[in-house]
């Protein structure tokens, strides 16, 4: 099949142009398209959080820092220099020369009036955690501020470089009204100083770029070198890849294993697997809420633990750059240790835990999941084996979720990204805190945690950390399962380099 | 001389054994193509579905993932082998396999979704049919209501937010797609109503349960398995469409519709994995269809248009 | 005459209440609306507050009242995704559907008519015998196997059409063709049965005896009399390609009503979902109350029904 598609399109290309394909492709002139399945109607850091604006967040707009997603170190970008006064009061000196998009300069005032919008909760940003840890903003000079914050908060420079986006001072005071009288700030052009500006937008279909000709020299971000980039939604995975063998398309990304590596032995694209923050979890209803009480019991758990060969499933199904994970946490967060109980893939002893709890013949239960059905489906073909049958509930994200609340799930099957941060408080203290998402509701894992999230000491933090993942693994809360990987497909005339953090860089991307 | 009376001898033969309307039927069944085929295509996959547990070579939802995605035999590849004639899928499973039992549950589908869309719009269209005036407005009302309602919308919309399962699948199909049983029973209902046999059957006092059961339902059969067979293939086609969209029949289980959905990621580069049960499902459709079609045009000769 | 269109505009308007509550209905199939909706990051104040904003505290009945009221003006509420006016984003996308919906009609008018007229003409030939082929082939082939298929080849073999998007006309040829092709079968099977039951009456026995030419015949006065059944079905089958486009444009990334449907359903925007339906159906109300109106224009004995 491969190989006819190949003298297709080899007779394809020599073939006479009809004259009515219209040709926006790539580098001819010179502008990147690239495409996920997702629409986005609301080009706005603050008021989308999907990751597809994310990634053109860091197009648009720049933070005070820079982080560095290979090395993890921080750089000046619209700051200078940053200084803790005490552990509530970071001092910023700001660069000087910086332009907007709309011309008009940056200064401290831009700063002060960003932060004062973002913290303010009746102003509805979307996920507030990454602004509420604000207070305030205070003007000390023209290119000077403080930022004050409510209590200590050791992620605040990751957050800093990743989630503060700075807009123009103003720039949401003349926000049209929604129907229900409140301002729909999202409706707002979108302005920034970042390396591209946007400069078309039509809600699902795509979303034009251009460069920012006056982007400033001595950014880190480096100076984008192709003219105009175009975000396309297109739905299907199927159309996608047609696309990008046709040139329709420079970039694609979460193209499955098998398809990847086809693509790979084709070489017509480049093909690569990025590792992601995203891992793979199953919790257990370990208090029996369901009312399928099987997973009460930790022998029960073990037998399943025993039961799921992850290694095959990782190697087969998710990448190369996916790795089988054995604490709750992805081992590139901080503080992620591995060093906790590993439960290795031995189904003769998974059957022989299932005889000891009393279902030497198995048993059935439903399993809930809502992302890449196929991991599920090994999950589940791996349980049948040791004569556990799990009849499986594909949902959507939300409304498994509420499921996943009320604690009608025996066993979910769930992701989670983190949000991109790389600190194990946005993954073990988010799900082991004792709120809605806790399995367990552990009493020493919520305080082990509860004294990692406030101390600044990084050692302590660890120490922390430590114990509550150690006996989050060891009790089987969740069987943590692997980390996500990736495949980006894109054209060979670009010169595009992954990032672990799944935020690809388009603005420091090249033609070849 | 012979020849002739040889001729007339055969005349009189066939005029002395003149078929029964029986014999007649059988003769028009056996000499009608189309119901022939697609007849001989559903029972081989009825076959399939009943046989499944004593045919298939293995456990269809046995996975092993390290022979995935073998090509079936006809292939030129290294990797085939004939403990596995269609190959294995994405997750290694044995694809001939899969194919017996999807059988099982593209026919249940279809078949379950048939029934309670059936007993639903047969139940609407005859009373409307036999007793016309208010009721006839009213069940005209329901289907011109139903009729409005975008089908393949309301029921992805339906389905996602309950949830997917093959029992939600079946309902949901089951209660959107009984209007062209409402619209013929009625119709037919109406035309049989008007003849003698009904008067009489009126005028000798019986039931009007009675009736329906005894008088008018024998009487609409041939159109209501026309109508049945058309919606069978309508609901297996719109299952596919569910699972197109990742809101069909949930896995492991192997629908046919599933199986198409699952493959066609790999379409553009195994395309095989489409074809096969995207085949199935075409003959399955097509062997309805003509069956539905060959039903019209042998109990009702006079409407084969 | 008057009669009838007040009778037929009655029912239109209680078809459309009873949709309209259907469709409102839906937002308790998934449980709390409320909780549905709160973010990832929710507090139980958030839902409180979600609760409050868009009535979820009220009674059913004030809450319908109110959407209906508010939808009878235009306002279908706020997408709960793109945080945009219902309506905007609708007005915005019908036009798209509707370009689609037309080419397809034209392009299954161009193909079936023909077919269905040549089919009658010459019953039992060699091109009656391939329409009723693709009639029935038509009838059993997943939309979307068809649609990636002709992908396949138009896009990536030969090069001849973009594949996605709606940047120029060229856009519109493979979405038309694969969203028409499914209602060519059922306009085809009713031009030829209108056409064989017109050509066998007795006015066109009579114009063929005075000796009008057989173009004449055929154009003049067989074809004018059997299409109006079909302009009416053509009617309604445009109301349900408005609903059946959602697989066909998420296959080739057109940004129609379709697609955003398909995109709301599941991000589950209730009152996108809603606001989708409820125009479908009024759609469909509108153009089977035009229908009914031409027909009974154009045949004066329906009027008295």
Redesign the interface.
């Known amino acids: 099949m491969m190989r006819s598609i190949l003298t297709g399109l080899a007779a394809a290309i020599a073939a006479v142009s009809l004259g009515v394909v219209p040709s926006y492709a790539g580098k001819s002139d010179d502008t990147l398209n690239w495409a996920t399945d997702r629409e986005v109607a609301v080009v706005d850091p603050y008021y989308n959080n999907t990751r597809e604006l994310v990634i053109q967040g860091h197009m648009g707009w720049d933070g005070l820092l820079f982080r560095d997603a290979t090395t993890g170190e921080f750089q000046p970008l619209l700051a200078t220099k940053w200084e803790w006064k005490d552990n509530v009061t970071l001092e910023v000196d700001l660069r000087e020369g910086v332009k907007f998009h709309d011309g008009s300069d940056f200064d401290a005032d831009d700063v002060v009036y960003t932060v004062k919008h973002v913290s303010n909760k009746d102003n509805g940003v979307l996920t507030f955690r990454n602004v509420g840890w604000m207070k305030e903003a205070e003007k000390l000079a023209s290119h000077k501020v403080r930022i004050h914050l409510h209590k200590p908060f050791p992620a605040a420079l990751a957050y800093l470089s990743n989630a503060v986006f700075i807009v123009p001072s103003g720039h949401y005071d003349n926000a049209p009204n929604k129907a229900d009288g409140k301002k729909d700030f999202g409706a707002v052009k979108p302005v920034g100083t970042g390396p591209y500006k946007m400069t078309e937008l039509k809600a699902g279909e795509y979303i034009l770029w251009e460069k920012h000709s006056d982007y400033f020299k001595a950014s880190p971000k480096g100076q984008p070198t192709i003219g105009k980039i175009r975000f396309r939604t297109i739905k299907e995975l199927n159309t996608q890849l047609a696309e990008l063998l046709t040139g329709g398309l420079d970039w694609i990304w979460d193209v499955p294993k098998d398809q990847a590596e086809r693509l790979q032995e084709q070489g017509q694209v480049t093909v690569e697997n990025a590792k992601t923050m995203r891992v793979s979890y199953m919790a257990f209803d370990v208090d029996g809420d369901s009312g399928q009480k099987f997973f009460t019991d930790k022998k029960v758990r073990m037998a399943v633990a025993h039961a799921i060969n992850r290694e095959a499933i990782t190697k087969n199904l998710v990448g190369p750059a996916s790795s089988v994970i054995h604490s709750a946490c992805h081992p590139d967060q901080f503080a992620c240790t591995q060093d906790v109980t590993k439960w290795n893939y031995d189904p003769e002893k998974a059957k022989a835990l299932l005889k000891e709890a009393g279902y030497p013949d198995g048993f059935e239960f439903d399993i809930y999941a809502y992302r890449q059905r196929e991991y599920t489906e090994a999950v589940i073909g791996d349980l049948a084996k040791v004569g556990i049958k799990a009849k499986l509930t594909f949902l959507q994200y939300r409304k498994l979720r509420d499921l996943v609340w009320k604690g009608q799930t025996p066993i979910n099957h769930m992701t989670w990204g983190s949000n991109s941060i790389p600190d194990v408080s946005a993954i073990t203290s988010h799900f082991f805190s004792g709120g809605r998402d806790d399995p367990a509701k552990d009493d020493d894992v919520i305080k082990a945690l509860a004294e990692g999230d406030t101390s600044t000491d990084p050692e302590a933090r660890k120490m922390a950390y430590k114990k509550a993942l150690a006996k989050i693994s060891a009790e089987l809360y969740w069987l943590p399962m692997f980390t996500y990987a990736k495949y980006y497909v894109y054209s060979k005339d670009l010169d595009f380099q992954t990032t672990p953090d799944e935020i690809p860089r388009f603005y420091s991307a090249k033609w070849n | 001389m012979a020849v002739t009376e040889i001729k007339s001898d055969a005349v009189a033969l066939e005029k002395a054994i003149e078929p029964s309307p029986g014999a007649l039927l059988r003769r028009r069944v056996f000499s009608h193509m189309g119901l022939m085929i697609g007849g001989g295509i559903l029972l081989v996959i009825l076959a399939m579905a009943l046989l499944a547990p004593l045919i298939s070579p293995h456990d269809p939802?046995?996975?092993i993932?390290?022979r995935?995605?073998i090509p079936p035999v006809w292939f030129d590849s290294p990797k085939v082998t004939w403990a596995h004639p269609l190959g294995t899928d994405?997750?290694g499973?044995d694809y001939l396999s899969r194919l017996f039992w999807g059988a099982r549950i593209s026919l249940l589908i279809g078949f379950a979704a048939m029934l309670i869309s059936g007993v639903i719009g047969t139940t609407l269209g005859v009373l409307a049919g036999y007793f016309g005036g208010r009721v006839d407005m009213v069940v005209n009302?329901i289907i011109?209501?139903r009729?409005?309602?975008?089908?393949?919308?309301?029921a992805?919309?339906?389905v996602?937010?309950?949830?997917?399962?093959l029992t939600v699948v079946i309902w949901v199909l089951g209660l959107l797609i009984w209007d062209r049983f409402a619209v013929v029973m009625r119709s037919a209902t109406q035309q049989v109503r008007g003849l003698d046999f009904v008067a009489a059957a009126e005028a000798l006092g019986c039931s009007t349960w009675r009736i329906l059961a005894s008088e008018i339902m024998p009487n609409v059969t041939n159109h209501l398995i026309v109508v049945a067979t058309i919606e069978m293939?309508h609901a297996i086609?719109l299952e596919?469409?569910l699972s197109?969209?990742?809101l069909g029949v949930?896995?492991?289980e192997p629908s046919w519709?599933l199986m198409?959905a699952?493959a066609?990621?790999?379409?553009?580069?195994?395309?095989?994995l489409?074809t096969i049960p995207?085949t199935a499902?075409?003959l399955l459709?097509?062997a309805i269809?003509?069956l539905g079609?060959g039903v019209r045009d042998v109990t009702a000769p006079e409407n084969r248009? | 005459m008057l009669q009838y269109v007040l009778k037929r505009l009655g029912i239109a308007i209680l078809v459309a209440v009873t949709v309209s509550m259907i469709t409102f209905s839906m937002i308790y199939l998934s449980g709390d609306p409320a909780i549905a909706l709160a973010g990832e990051t929710a507090t139980q104040e958030d839902i409180q507050n979600i609760r409050r904003v868009y009535g979820y505290d009220q009674p059913i009945v004030v809450q319908y009242a109110n959407w209906l009221w508010n939808a009878l003006q235009g306002d279908f509420g706020q997408s709960h995704y793109l945080k945009k006016p219902v309506a905007d984003v609708i007005f915005e996308r019908l036009p798209t559907t509707m370009l689609l919906g037309a080419c397809a009609l034209i392009f299954a008018l161009v193909l079936s008519i023909p077919l269905g007229v040549v089919a009658a003409v010459r019953p039992n030939s060699l091109i009656d015998r391939i329409a009723l082929t693709i009639a029935v082939v038509g009838q059993a082939m997943p939309s979307f196997w068809f649609a990636l298929t002709m992908m396949l080849w138009l896009g990536i073999y030969w090069r001849l059409l973009p594949i996605s998007g709606t940047a120029s006309w060229a856009n519109f040829v493979m979405p038309s063709i694969a969203l028409g092709y499914y209602i060519t079968p059922a306009v085809m099977r009713l031009t030829r049965a209108g056409m064989l039951e017109v050509l066998s009456s007795d006015y066109i026995r009579t114009a063929r005896a005075k000796g009008l030419r057989p173009m004449t015949v055929l154009f003049k006065h067989a074809l004018r009399n059997a299409i109006i059944p079909v302009v009416s079905l053509a009617a309604v089958q445009f109301g349900f390609m408005l609903g059946g486009s959602i697989v066909i444009e998420t296959i080739f990334a057109v940004n129609g009503l379709g697609f955003l449907a398909w995109e709301s359903i599941q991000r589950a925007d209730l009152p996108m979902m809603q606001a989708i339906v409820l125009v479908l159906s009024f759609f469909y109300i509108i153009l089977t109350f035009l229908a009914d109106m031409l027909n009974a224009w154009l045949d004066p004995r329906i009027r008295v029904m």
């Open positions: 939802y046995d996975q993932l390290d995935k995605l994405q997750l499973r009302f011109t209501t009729l409005s309602m975008p089908v393949v919308l309301v992805l919309a339906v996602s937010l309950i949830g997917s399962s293939a086609l596919a469409a197109f969209l990742g949930q896995p492991p519709g198409i699952e066609k990621g790999l379409m553009f580069f195994e395309a095989w489409i995207g499902l075409f459709v097509l269809n003509l079609d248009n």
